[in-house]
């Protein structure tokens, strides 16, 4: 192994054996997987006892889903990252698990490269905008002219939709940043933006707008 | 005493204007009788009667005011409707009048009594009046204990006929509304029962067959991969179906169009959508269009995935392919032989909307596909 900082630590949660074997087999070598829950109430209570840098995790779970461990983790550990992983397409699931503190979202199907990158800008405090979530993003979020009727929504500015449309159609940060000739460093700020404007908007408003527009 | 149904529903607004009417008709009737007696009774304290039929005429028209409100349900509207109906009940004996004017008035309180809380208030409300009488007629010329004695009598028979009359009206709304809650209660657990089976059919019917295909293939991983796609499609476009609003959508269509070129070419389009809307005629153009871009570059861009992303919004649909690949010289002969004048750019501004193509050698291209979703919009 070439690293000489120590390996990032990671825990997974998932209630499927086989997708945690397979997590283990794919980005084994290059962290070091601290340990493994397969539901809600133990992974809990290990993740707070082995404190890892980052937390794999499974949008759906029995015993009230992933959004119940970002949120009870975060309480006592607001440090411990999250980078949530879901086969499922239902947009209210993830758009619940990122406002819970998740800081990115990678479908299941993801290559392991692509995850093990993922899971090292998370633990440097980015957030990881897959294709897919930055198209619930868009869609949950108003567009500026619904905005214009009710100026109280929150809403993303206009570059921050450009930067999303940018991902949702597969554009890596530094295209983004060539494509809109600013600097990737630039692109980063734009996405934590939006994820922390995800964070602390308000929910009643986001799912409302959702359930209008037939979302989810 | 026995619960009331005090649920806000029809039987208790019906009711509420049998009591009331039942007021107004005695009100009238009293109305009558005490302008018999003041023409004909020279005996009678003319101030006292006239005054029992102001107070009652008053007091009706706050019960008619309250039916609109929800005093008539509480006891301390019962006991000042009381008040008011034994004053009433015992104004011939004060004005010293040959005939009991109140005609069906302090009735009428018997009946607000069997509104309130059914058999025992009324049943206690007539006891008091017929006592009103009983004492009132102690004495008084004119009024023998038979007469007072057929008054409580006919009280309380009053007050028992409203009583069981009401209760029994209640409880056969509580029945029925029970059994209609059964009822539909029943038949949302029928439609869940029958959605569970038609999601393990269809489960059984797709799943679980490539899944057998997938153990008798494993050792051919295209062909792994493939079945996984095609199943992975197949199981979203069933999921999309049963919670879209739209019978046939966008979305769907996109999706469609994305897999039958993963089949065919062996390569996977990630497809983002935002938004979603009805598919029309201008919209199937829209997907053509895609289709051959997304084919285009399969064949020529050299990347085993490609990019598929459409937004709807403020009245029009774009939809970009984008990929990674090869790309070419847009104004070349080589974008010719791709067809992308005819079949994507063509074909979209014949349908009115429009289409723009990106491309740089080495780098990949983007083709952007733009269209408004009704005739004459973009």
């Known amino acids: 192994m070439e690293r000489t900082e120590q390996n990032l630590r990671v825990f997974v949660v998932d209630d499927h054996d086989i997708f945690r074997a397979g997590v283990r087999a794919a980005v084994g070598g290059q962290v070091d997987v601290i340990g493994e829950a397969d539901d809600v109430d133990p992974a809990i209570e290990l993740i707070r006892e082995r404190e890892p840098d980052v937390v794999l995790l499974d949008v759906h779970l029995p015993g009230g889903g992933g959004q119940r461990v970002v949120d009870q983790v975060r309480r006592s550990h607001p440090n411990i990252k999250f980078l949530a992983l879901s086969v499922s397409g239902a947009p209210e699931d993830i758009i619940a698990v990122i406002r819970a503190g998740a800081s990115g979202y990678l479908t299941k199907t993801t290559s392991a490269a692509e995850v093990l990158e993922a899971l090292k800008l998370v633990a440097a405090g980015h957030a990881v905008f897959s294709p897919q979530l930055a198209g619930f993003v868009l869609e949950a979020f108003p567009s500026v002219d619904v905005a214009d009727v009710d100026p109280d929504l929150d809403r993303l500015t206009e570059r921050q939709r450009e930067v999303l449309r940018h991902i949702a159609k597969g554009y890596t940060y530094k295209e983004i940043a060539a494509a809109l000739y600013v600097s990737p460093k630039t692109i980063e700020t734009h996405v934590s933006d939006v994820l922390r404007k995800l964070q602390l908007s308000n929910r009643h408003e986001l799912t409302r707008w959702a359930v209008d527009h037939g979302i989810g | ?278 598919m029309t005629d201008r919209l199937e153009a829209l997907i053509d269009a895609a289709r051959e871009a997304l084919v285009n570059a399969a064949k020529h861009a050299g990347v085993d995935n490609v990019s598929l992303y459409s937004e709807v919004a403020n009245g029009s649909v774009t939809v970009t392919v984008r990929d990674r690949g090869a790309g070419f010289d847009a104004d070349s002969m080589a974008a010719e032989g791709r067809g992308v004048a005819e079949s994507i750019v063509g074909r979209m501004q014949r349908h009115g909307g429009s289409a723009e193509v990106r491309s740089i050698p080495g780098e990949g291209t983007e083709v952007e596909l733009s269209i408004g979703m009704d005739d004459g919009a973009n």
Not at chain 2, 35 to 54: E, M, P, R, W, Y
Not at chain 2, 185 to 212: F, K
Not at chain 2, 253 to 260: I, K, P, Q
Request: glycine content about 8%.
């Open chain 2, 1 to 278: 005493m026995s619960a009331p149904g005090y649920r806000v529903h029809p039987l208790d607004r019906m009711l509420r204007w049998v009591v009331v009417g039942w007021r107004l008709a005695s009100l009238a009737w009293m109305a009558s009788l005490v302008t018999a007696t003041l023409s004909t009774d020279a005996g009678a304290n003319k101030t006292v009667v006239a005054g029992a039929l102001v107070l009652a005429a008053l007091w009706t028209l706050l019960t008619l005011y309250g039916a609109f409100r929800p005093w008539l349900h509480g006891y301390p509207w019962l006991v000042a409707d009381g008040v008011v109906a034994i004053a009433v009940s015992v104004a011939p004996f004060v004005a010293g009048s040959h005939d009991l004017f109140f005609g069906g008035y302090p009735l009428s309180w018997v009946l607000m009594a069997a509104y309130v809380g059914n058999l025992k208030p009324a049943l206690l409300a007539a006891a008091v009046l017929g006592a009103g009488q009983v004492i009132g007629a102690l004495g008084k010329v004119g009024h023998t204990a038979t007469r007072s004695v057929g008054d409580v009598a006919g009280f309380l028979a009053a007050a028992l006929a409203f009583g069981w009359g009401l209760k029994g009206l209640r409880d056969n709304d509580c029945l029925r509304t029970d059994a209609i809650h059964a009822f539909e209660e029943e038949r949302a657990a029928r439609i869940r029962a029958h959605d569970r089976a038609e999601i393990a059919a269809h489960l059984h019917d797709s799943v679980l067959q490539t899944l057998a295909l997938l153990e008798q293939n494993a050792a051919d991983p295209q062909k792994v991969t493939s079945l996984a796609r095609g199943q992975e499609r197949e199981l979203r476009a069933w999921i999309d179906k049963i919670s879209s609003p739209f019978t046939n959508s966008l979305k769907a269509a996109l999706r469609r169009a994305g897999g039958d070129v993963e089949d065919l070419y062996r390569m996977k389009v990630q497809t983002v959508t935002v938004g979603d809307c009805e």
